[in-house]
């Protein structure tokens, strides 16, 4: 059998989150992709950490292998634009606007969770630890597959990690069942895009959802009926490797996703 390691990066200063990143390889990418988390760790635009944690892990379960999420990206121009988006979108799976301004409020406190928010659809908060959250683990993409990705989505202009990470990250998640979609906002205090993922709908990036220079940001997901033990279980645990991707379109208008539902 293949062997496959996780791979994890998290970097902090005097205990406050600055970077983190994760990924599923094969045993000969190791030491690049160490190389590579190093760096990031270390030059990152929010400063330079006083912790780095590196984890390499051999995975002993196979990893489930799943499809990525359709992308596309709005054509949303300033924060206000992309929130009534976001809320359109998230509001026709069937999550509460009460839920997402929630969401939205936790974010805007401006407290970076080096995990995910676990929200019901009444706006609830419901992960075990309010200030870590629940972090994602364990997902990545087999090498055929990214490069699939990388060519579709250079065809719009957005072959980038964070993007890539991203959409690997929210189909994952998606594919639960219990998870009905997912708001994200990064804490890079230059990247302003952010996104809505979901089922129904893939993942939709959100450009300008926040002003250049902001130092938060976070990710919550909204989630119905079930255990919640199975799910974090799943989130944190389940090895997932992307293995097909579906289609990545260009910029579109909302009107555009919502006549597109699943
Ligand atoms: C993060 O993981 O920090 C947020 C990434 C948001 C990516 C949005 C995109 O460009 O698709």
Redesign the pocket.
């Known amino acids: 059998m293949k062997r496959f390691f996780s791979i994890r990066m998290r970097a902090s200063k005097a205990g406050l989150h600055i970077s983190g990143a994760e990924g599923v390889y094969d045993e000969r990418d190791i030491t690049s992709v160490v190389q590579k988390y190093s760096e990031r760790a270390m030059f990152h635009e929010k400063g330079k950490p006083d912790e780095v944690h590196l984890t390499i892990e051999e995975l002993k379960e196979r990893p489930l292998k799943i499809s990525s999420l359709p992308l596309c990206t709005l054509n949303t121009r300033n924060p206000q634009a992309a929130k009534k988006a976001a809320i359109k979108v998230l509001n026709s799976v069937g999550i509460t606007e009460r839920a997402i301004e929630e969401a939205f409020k936790s974010i805007d406190v401006g407290i970076t969770m080096r995990g995910a928010m676990l929200i019901d659809i009444e706006g609830v908060r419901l992960e075990p630890d309010l200030l870590r959250g629940v972090r994602v683990s364990r997902m990545g993409i087999t090498e055929s597959a990214a490069a699939i990705l990388s060519k579709n989505l250079k065809g719009s202009g957005?072959n980038?990690d964070?993007?890539k990470?991203?959409?690997i990250l929210a189909s994952k998640v998606s594919n639960y069942p219990m998870i009905l979609g997912e708001l994200?906002i990064?804490?890079?205090p230059g990247?302003t895009?952010?996104?809505i993922a979901s089922r129904a709908f893939g993942y939709i990036?959100l450009p300008h959802i926040k002003k250049h220079g902001i130092p938060h940001?976070g990710r919550a997901f909204f989630i119905t009926g079930g255990e919640l033990k199975g799910l974090i279980e799943y989130l944190q645990k389940t090895p997932v490797l992307i293995s097909r991707v579906r289609h990545c379109r260009g910029v579109v208008k909302i009107e555009e996703v919502l006549h597109k539902k699943r």
């Open positions: 957005i980038i964070t993007a990470e991203a959409l994200c990064s804490d890079d990247y895009t952010g996104y990036r940001g």
